[in-house]
């Protein structure tokens, strides 16, 4: 059963339009579900600041949720919400858990990213170098959370056309 990506209806087999809103169906592969595909550095500082930190907290969950609807099904792995991580988790282990968290979430965004043949390179060793090392000149987490949030986006994007 196939859906139109422009408005959702059901599609049948060999139908060239979508009957409901006359959208081109051929090669329609893309869910119908979009994921969002515009998160940024300055808007999650920005936002993060005016709302004490509520908006990074909702950014990071989406792309902890982002990932598991655009790979799981693919390398048959779920990451933890980020809230969870945050509240619960990490508080127990001491940050053990967030720092473990952030190893796997990069390395797993950096292999959809190649199942994909998406030409940005973005993995584990971007957290060490960038996160973790780069926090002594301070910019470096600055440049990871970029980092991150850019190759989020082009995942969600290819995903939104794709599926």
């Given at each position: 059963m196939k859906y139109c990506s422009s408005c959702g209806a059901e599609i049948n087999e060999g139908a060239v339009v979508c009957i409901k809103c006359g959208c081109s169906v051929q090669n329609n592969n893309a869910p119908v579900g979009q994921l969002k595909t515009n998160k940024g550095l300055a808007k999650y500082i920005l936002l993060s600041i005016i709302t004490f930190g509520i908006y990074g907290l909702v950014v990071m969950s989406s792309v902890s949720n982002d990932v598991n609807i655009a790979a799981s099904r693919y390398d048959g792995k779920r990451t933890m919400?980020?809230?969870?991580?945050?509240?619960?988790?990490?508080?127990?282990?001491?940050?053990?858990?967030?720092?473990?968290?952030?190893?796997?979430?990069?390395?797993?965004?950096?292999?959809?990213?190649?199942?994909?043949?998406l030409a940005y390179n973005f993995s584990c060793a971007d957290y060490w170098l960038w996160n973790v090392l780069g926090s002594l000149i301070i910019v470096g987490p600055f440049i990871y959370y970029h980092k991150l949030f850019k190759a989020t986006n082009l995942m969600c994007a290819d995903y939104n056309a794709k599926g």
């Open positions: 919400h980020y809230c969870l991580l945050f509240f619960l988790v990490a508080p127990i282990t001491l940050g053990i858990a967030g720092i473990v968290w952030f190893h796997k979430i990069s390395n797993r965004i950096g292999n959809e990213l190649k199942r994909r043949n």
